[in-house]
């Protein structure tokens, strides 16, 4: 059974009602989740630099998570691939 302190913090990282109802146990320490199936997960922080520092993720406000979903990463291969079609089609 789940300690309220164990289910909010499940709920803060993200975790759906349904989720969290298949939690076996929760290692807060640890962050390592073991569902009733036998399934495990560790839950991470994502850093992201945003104005200048990095933070974490979860302690941006609504849109600054919106902001950071809507970023597009950058690829080095998808770069190169978009250089390579500009040059055959003589656009580069």
């Known amino acids: 059974m789940l300690t309220e302190l164990q289910k909010s913090t499940l709920k803060s990282k993200g975790l759906t009602d349904g989720e969290i109802q298949g939690v076996k146990d929760f290692d807060i320490m640890e962050g ?41 990463m950058f690829t080095e291969s998808k770069a190169f691939e978009a250089i390579d079609k500009m040059a055959s089609n003589d656009k580069l």
Request: net charge positive; glycine share 8%.
């Open 32 to 72: 390592k989740i073991t569902f009733d199936n036998g399934d495990e997960k560790t839950i991470t922080e994502i850093y992201s630099r945003c104005m200048g520092y990095f933070r974490p993720r979860e302690d941006y406000n609504i849109g600054k998570r919106q902001e950071h979903l809507d970023r597009k």
